[in-house]
């Protein structure tokens, strides 16, 4: 485990504070949750941009016309 020393403005730490007193975790388990969130998108982002380069269009137009034109259920409906 590492140690990191990080400095915040008073007002974001007393948020912080709050919060994690609210789920019931340390200062140091919120800020673990929250990077580990953080690094999670940024991952997800370039590992999506890494796929959609190897994507065919053409490809994804054919397999899309197979898809029969029918009405959705009505659970899956938007509001209008």
Same mark, same amino acid.
């Given at each position: 485990?590492? $140690?990191?020393?990080?400095?915040? %403005?008073?007002?974001?730490?007393?948020?912080?504070?709050?919060? /994690?007193?609210?789920?019931g975790?340390?200062?140091?388990?919120?800020?673990?949750?929250?990077?580990?969130?953080?690094?999670?998108?940024?991952? $997800?982002?370039?590992?999506?941009?890494?796929?959609?380069?190897?994507?065919?269009?053409?490809?994804?137009?054919?397999?899309?016309?197979?898809? %029969? $034109?029918?009405? %959705? /259920? %009505?659970?899956?409906?938007?509001?209008?």
């Amino acid at each position: 485990m590492s $140690t990191l020393s990080l400095r915040l %403005p008073d007002s974001v730490h007393e948020q912080i504070k709050i919060l /994690a007193k609210k789920d019931g975790i340390s200062i140091n388990q919120f800020a673990a949750s929250a990077i580990a969130e953080k690094m999670a998108a940024y991952l $997800t982002e370039e590992y999506l941009k890494k796929r959609a380069e190897k994507g065919n269009e053409a490809a994804f137009l054919s397999v899309m016309a197979k898809v %029969p $034109t029918i009405e %959705p /259920a %009505p659970e899956d409906k938007l509001p209008e």
